[in-house]
């Protein structure tokens, strides 16, 4: 049997479905959004209500929904029929997660939803279902197959819904202008927090630890500013103090091998010009974005008028635990 074969058609189909959901969004997407933005611009919280794999999709949904500002409550239905109703108030949304739209667990709570008169947004596979038919806002995850082999297992149709339940938070994000140090303050743990909350000028080198070099400088000259420093890089400013260029040891190798006397040179024949920059104020993530950008291991750190003020070298992250 050839499984990387079965692993590929199953990757296809589902990427044939998401076509199809790519194809049909359209203005009630827009609908549902207004909806969550009303709710939650007022104070509100978002109800997510689901059962079985599409409860999990609607676990994943609220914890998607936290952590980007948006205040959820991922409601167990049994237990909202038992006194757990008590967490929905005035000016929230709900949004109700069942592929089949006649999951009777859900069903059964949905009267009570209602009567909180909460508007209440579908995520079903079938349109004309009981609960498309009394919601207010139906978005349609419907899938022609699902990956497994028996078009038995939900596959196509739980990846549709947790694509598009990602579509509703990106887009409520965008919507509420959420920014990255909205992000950071709510990750402070970890190297993604660390990273949100770090400042460039933070983490990058400077002093002692910064080899600074002119244009006229020879590359022996270059090589011992560098050792002095621990650096594998020296910043290269001109005599106003503008930026000139990097002069790494990558430069020095790949111009060693073309000539072997080159250290009474001057670096500006090897150095590199208008190397990769980044502001002082900007934050760290932006940093790590950069690097995975340019594929370099240093970053020059430069203030509002463009002249160097720093360096910021992939091993000072590594150490700072921001990667």
């Known amino acids: 049997m050839n499984y990387p074969e079965k692993a590929r058609r199953v990757i296809q189909l589902e990427i044939d479905e998401l076509m199809r959901l790519h194809a049909r969004i359209d203005e009630t997407f827009s609908r549902a959004i207004e909806a969550l933005l009303a709710g939650v611009t007022t104070g509100g919280k978002i109800i997510v209500c689901g059962v079985g794999k599409s409860g999990n999709i609607g676990r994943k949904l609220a914890a998607t929904l936290n952590s980007t500002g948006a205040t959820t409550v991922l409601l167990d239905v049994g237990d909202a029929l038992h006194g757990d109703l008590g967490v929905v108030g005035p000016g929230d949304v709900a949004i109700m997660l069942s592929y089949s739209g ?16 909460l508007p209440v947004i ?38 549709a819904m947790l694509v598009l339940c990602d579509a509703l938070a990106m887009a409520l994000l965008e919507a509420r202008g959420f920014q990255a140090e909205d992000f950071a303050r709510l990750h402070p743990g970890g190297s993604l927090g660390r ?23 020879t590359v022996r000259e270059g090589l011992q500013a560098m050792t002095k420093a ?21 430069d020095f190798v790949r111009a060693f091998q073309r000539d072997n006397a080159i250290a009474d040179k001057p670096v500006s024949e090897f150095m590199t010009p208008r190397p990769v920059s980044i502001q002082a104020d900007k934050l760290a993530a932006e940093v790590l974005a950069t690097l995975q950008t340019f594929r370099v291991d240093d970053i020059v750190v430069v203030d509002d008028a463009g002249r160097p003020v720093g360096m910021v070298d992939t091993q000072d992250l590594t150490r700072l635990r921001l990667i």
């Open 122 to 159: 579908a995520i079903t596979g079938a349109k004309e279902s009981t609960l498309a038919r009394n919601a207010d806002v139906t978005l349609d995850v419907h899938v022609t197959q699902e990956a497994c082999p028996l078009n038995l297992a939900p596959t196509s149709s739980t990846t």
């Open 102 to 117: 006649e999951t009777s667990e859900l069903l059964n709570l949905l009267p009570h939803v209602k009567r909180f008169g």
């Open 195 to 217: 990273a949100l909350l770090t400042r460039v000028s933070d983490v990058m080198r400077r002093g002692e630890q910064l080899a600074n070099i002119t244009p006229a400088t």
């Open 230 to 250: 621990r650096s594998g890089a020296a910043v290269v400013a001109n005599a106003d103090g503008t930026l000139a260029g990097v002069f790494t040891h990558g």
